[in-house]
């Protein structure tokens, strides 16, 4: 068994890497509702861009 372990840096980049989902919701700002149809939009606009690069 081989154990990982963070150092210290990386346990400081985790705790800011976690921030990043809220300081993005609030940089929208927009009601979860709308972030999530957004994200659905986005999720839409990049299968077709992908559909139509493969074509």
């Given at each position: 068994m081989v154990n990982?372990?963070?150092?210290?840096?990386?346990?400081?980049l985790?705790?800011r890497?976690?921030?990043v989902?809220?300081a993005?919701?609030e940089?929208?700002?927009?009601s979860?509702?709308?972030?999530?149809?957004?994200q659905?939009?986005?999720?839409?606009?990049?299968?077709?861009?992908n559909?139509?690069?493969?074509?």
């Amino acid at each position: 068994m081989v154990n990982i372990t963070l150092t210290p840096e990386g346990h400081a980049l985790r705790e800011r890497a976690a921030k990043v989902p809220q300081a993005m919701a609030e940089a929208i700002g927009r009601s979860e509702e709308a972030r999530t149809s957004l994200q659905r939009e986005i999720i839409r606009l990049r299968d077709l861009l992908n559909a139509t690069a493969l074509d």
